[in-house]
């Protein structure tokens, strides 16, 4: 079994940055693509960006691409994103999940059902 727990979530004023990580234990997530999905209150959860499982190629939401960065560290079992010029629309509980894909994700979104494993998510708060 693998669990997924974040952890850098905070309250944060517009403008400002924050970096979430994902560690992962339980087992090594090979062939897996690593995910950050975001829900914020009566929305549903969307995809944020995601990696693959070399680190080589990865894909954004359009509302993120250019402000945030997801990198993972294999040797430590951990996934990040960078979160640079916050927006206070980007409010939500940030969840990392693994998804069973091993190739490239350059054009990848993945659902939730691609996902086995989920994290019980941070929260994030971006002030006006």
């Known amino acids: 079994q693998v669990q997924l727990v974040e952890s850098g979530g905070g309250l944060v004023q517009a403008g400002g940055s924050l970096r979430l990580s994902c560690a992962a234990s339980?087992?090594?997530?090979?062939?897996?693509?690593m995910g950050w999905f975001r829900q914020a209150p009566g929305k549903e959860r969307e995809f944020v960006a995601v990696?693959?499982?070399?680190?080589?190629?990865?894909n954004y939401a359009g509302s993120v691409k250019g402000r945030f960065t997801i990198s993972r560290d294999n040797a430590k079992n951990t996934v990040y994103l960078q979160m640079n010029s916050l927006k206070p629309e980007d409010t939500a509980v940030y969840y990392c999940?693994?998804?069973?894909?091993?190739?490239?994700?350059?054009?990848?979104?993945?659902?939730?059902?691609?996902?086995?494993?989920w994290g019980p998510g941070t929260q994030v708060t971006v002030s006006s």
């Open positions: 990696i693959s499982w070399s680190g080589g190629t990865t």
């Open positions: 339980g087992r090594t997530l090979s062939n897996y693509a």
């Open positions: 999940a693994a998804a069973r894909r091993g190739g490239e994700v350059l054009y990848y979104v993945p659902r939730q059902y691609d996902c086995d494993y």
